[in-house]
């Protein structure tokens, strides 16, 4: 959301106010200078509301905090706040136009879209997901209904999503405990997606085509303007003055920028970055079966461990200083120094950027995927929850540009796989992923489809173009 709010500012001159949470909003704030920002974006507005929980609530991970952020009681407290927040913006710009429309989340559909219908302005939903996703959310009812929810059918094949006919397997591909413990939020959160005026996806055509227009028969219009950072970094090439990059704001945790040096000495293609993501946690005993089979494997790599990566028996976290390295055998720690490195958190883009990175090993989040797509970058995909399983099955089942791991993260297996993707399926890989890596770069170059996209949206939002 905080990349499409400034290519927004940057590419269309629009004035937008962001509306983050609270927590957040604290965290963008401490990784960002403000200041600095507003130099080269002073159309960009900041405010936020609650997410809901209380202020001391620790949100240690999305599996505990999630049920309780999606509450009636939470939902309603964020409804009054974003109504009281979108009636003081409009009192303040009096002397203004009201805003031309709202870009919510497609998880705020149903707050957002109360707003818009009293206010009378067009609701976009931007859904983070990608385009496939989205068509399978759409039709969650329909896969509930086929009994696909039974702990017997985890591999049974989803046969009735128009255009994913035999693509994914019931629970183990999307229908996740976490989706279901949420069923009756995500199904009513996408049926008032569905009456939004458009959509958006960060997305590309090339890459969802079929899907994209199987979406086109339900929204009034959908604009795919993805890959978004590459969008951005695209534009960053076209002006005087270089844009920010995460690392001078809009990051939510601090980067470790050493890799950056461990990686300039390491050989072109070499290297296997690791990283699970933002909200992924591991037990210890999956994170020392990881570390192993990258140690066994023999192949450089860079491994991201959060802080809050590990969490124990109870579900609770476990904090890690990265000191002790989360009491790893010592065997393993003298093996991650002759040939490994592990940070708290890095510049993904760039890291996927540099020539000695030949692999990822992903929790398959759509960001990551995009990311790592847009760089030419083969997955090893470890899917957890939510969109994760889809994007892993379309990256190894129908792009055919990774491997998928099944969720196994046996030492054994680990090795393996580390030296299928980076040895025994390395050619055939990286064809396919040039190919789609080259069509993702020139979707958001002039006369590209997201350039056109985007310069189509942009249009339509200045002169209020959206049908209410």
Known sequence: MFLLTKLLSRH????????N?????????????????????????????????????????????????IAPEARSKVANEFRELF??????????????????????????????????????????????????SIHISKLIHEGVTDQDEMDKMITRIPGLENLLRGRRDFL???????????????????????????????????????????????YTIGPLHTFLKTQATNISTPLLSNKDGGGLRKEDRSCITWLDNQ??????????????????????????????????????IRHDLIINGEGGLVHNNNNNNNNVPLELELETKKRGLVVDWAPQEEVLAHPSVGGFLTHSGWNSTLESISEGVPMLCWPILADQPVNSRCVSELWRIGLDMNGTSD?????????DLMENHKEVLSISMGEIAKEAK???KEFGSSYHNLENLIKNITSVKLSN
């Open 12 to 19: 269309g001159g629009l004035r937008i106010t962001f509306i």
């Open 267 to 304: 050989k072109p293609k070499s290297v296997l970055y690791v990283s699970f993501g933002t909200v992924v946690t591991l037990s210890h005993e999956e994170l020392l079966e990881f570390w192993h089979g990258l140690v066994n494997s023999a192949k450089p790599f860079l491994w991201v």
């Open 411 to 419: 030492r054994l297996v680990v090795e393996k796989m580390v030296r």
């Open 21 to 69: 949470t609270h927590h957040n909003h604290a965290r963008l704030r401490k990784f960002t200078d403000l200041a600095t920002f507003h130099t080269q974006f002073p159309n960009i507005n900041f405010t936020s509301i609650t997410d809901g929980l209380p202020k001391d609530d620790p949100r240690s991970t999305i599996i505990e905090f999630f049920p309780h952020m």
């Open 87 to 136: 009636i003081s913006l409009l009192n303040k710009n009096s002397h203004l136009q009201p805003p031309s429309c709202i870009i919510a989340d497609g998880l705020m559909s149903t707050i957002a879209m109360g707003v818009a219908q009293e206010f009378n302005v067009p609701l976009i939903v931007f859904r983070t997901y990608s385009a496939t996703c989205t068509w399978v």
């Open 176 to 222: 996740t405990a976490f989706i279901l413990k949420a069923q009756d939020f995500y199904v009513k959160e996408t049926l008032a997606m569905t009456q939004a005026s458009a959509l958006l996806l960060n997305t590309f055509d090339h890459l969802e085509a079929p899907i994209i227009s199987k979406l086109a028969t339900i929204f009034p219009k959908v």
């Open 442 to 444: 020139d979707s958001v």
